[in-house]
């Protein structure tokens, strides 16, 4: 088992949410994934992320908040741009919102919530994969876009983390550079003298 985490966490990959086709996750994968997601490390056990599901007609009228807000930024947009943005949502079976909802004031610093909401989306991300799923943990443009985020009740404290796309991937994603080790690994060792 152990072997098989490394193995995955050395070739896991995402993949574009216009290649995630059906099938996405039943209602038993996805309470696998959603518990693999919360399943990390949370100083002092406040949870300052929240999920919200989006599948089904549910991405479609989402969709159509994304068109009303495209519409907005950009009033002579063409309408294959519109129809573009409005299917957002509909290019995966499943999205996932994690939202973050930090707590302020509070004993546990902003930044290590922070950090416990990015881990989130990573631990989504790979429960979705670890289950042959593919995958992808993206914000884009509607993810500040203020329309969205009160269609999406999120309230003024709250920022979305990430919108994580699954479903079935259609092609293999090809390997994505890494940095070598040299460039981000250095070793502190103490002044002489
Ligand atoms: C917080 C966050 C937001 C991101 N938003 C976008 C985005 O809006 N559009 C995009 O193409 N990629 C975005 N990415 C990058 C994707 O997740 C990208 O597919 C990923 O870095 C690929 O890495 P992987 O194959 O190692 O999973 C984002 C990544 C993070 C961490």
């Not at 519109?82 to 930044?111: C, M, N, Q, Y």
Request: proline share 7%.
């Amino acid at each position: 088992m152990t072997q098989q985490l490394i193995d995955h966490i050395l070739t896991r990959r995402s993949v574009s949410a216009r290649l995630l086709t059906e099938p996405g996750p039943d209602e038993t994968a996805l309470q696998k994934i959603l518990q693999g997601a919360t399943r990390v490390p949370d100083h002092g056990k406040i949870h300052p992320w929240r999920f919200i599901i989006i599948r089904g007609e549910a991405r479609k009228t989402l969709g159509q908040v994304l068109r009303a807000a495209y519409t907005d930024q950009e009033a002579g947009a063409a309408p294959a741009k519109l129809d573009l943005e409005a299917e957002r949502f509909t290019r995966s079976p499943l999205v996932i919102g994690v939202v973050s909802s930090i707590i302020v004031p509070h004993k546990i610093p902003e930044w290590e919530q922070t950090l416990s909401v990015g881990a989130v989306c990573l631990n989504l991300l790979y429960s979705a994969q670890a289950m042959g799923f593919g995958a992808n943990w993206i914000t884009e443009w509607y993810a500040y876009y203020p329309k969205v985020r009160a269609a999406l009740g999120l309230q003024a404290h709250e920022k979305i983390a990430g919108f994580v796309y699954i479903g079935t991937a259609s092609q293999k994603p090809e390997d994505r550079p890494r940095p070598a080790l040299s460039e981000v690994v250095s070793e502190w060792r103490a002044p002489l003298g």
